[in-house]
Nanobody, 127 residues
Framework: QVQLVESGGGLVQAGGSLRLSCALSGRSISNYAMGWFRQAPGKERESVAAISRSGSRTYLANSVKGRFTISRDEAKNTGYLQMNSLKPEDTAVYYC????????????????????WGQGTQVTVSS
């Protein structure tokens, strides 16, 4: 059974950085495209970043381009979201997700395509 566990969230001042980790257990992460989503209070969950199985293709939402980086480490079976220059509007619960796909270069953005989700980690950015 595939399980995802996020870590690395917390409270940070505006302009600061955090690195979120997403540890996948039960299967090799190489079998999955990965994504990060976030949900702020009173708002719908939105896609933040995604990475293909191969790691060669990535997607970043316009709101985080130039500040966030998505990556993956197959040796550690873990995905990452590096968040720099954080803003108060980045405050949300962040979720990682895994999508099974036969294509190594697929970047999966739609939430309904993800079959596995972590429990979420809170990121709070103070002004």
């Amino acid at each position: 059974q595939v399980q995802l566990v996020e870590s690395g969230g917390g409270l940070v001042q505006a302009g600061g950085s955090l690195r979120l980790s997403c540890a996948l257990s039960g299967r090799s992460i190489s079998n999955y495209a990965m994504g990060w989503f976030r949900q702020a209070p009173g708002k719908e969950r939105e896609s933040v970043a995604a990475i293909s199985r191969s790691g060669s293709r990535t997607y970043l939402a316009n709101s985080v381009k130039g500040r966030f980086t998505i990556s993956r480490d197959e040796a550690k079976n873990t995905g990452y979201l590096q968040m720099n220059s954080l803003k108060p509007e980045d405050t949300a619960v962040y979720y990682c997700a895994a999508a099974g796909t036969p294509f190594y270069t697929d970047v999966v953005i739609t939430q309904t395509s993800y079959g596995y989700w972590g429990q979420g980690t809170q990121v709070t950015v103070s002004s």
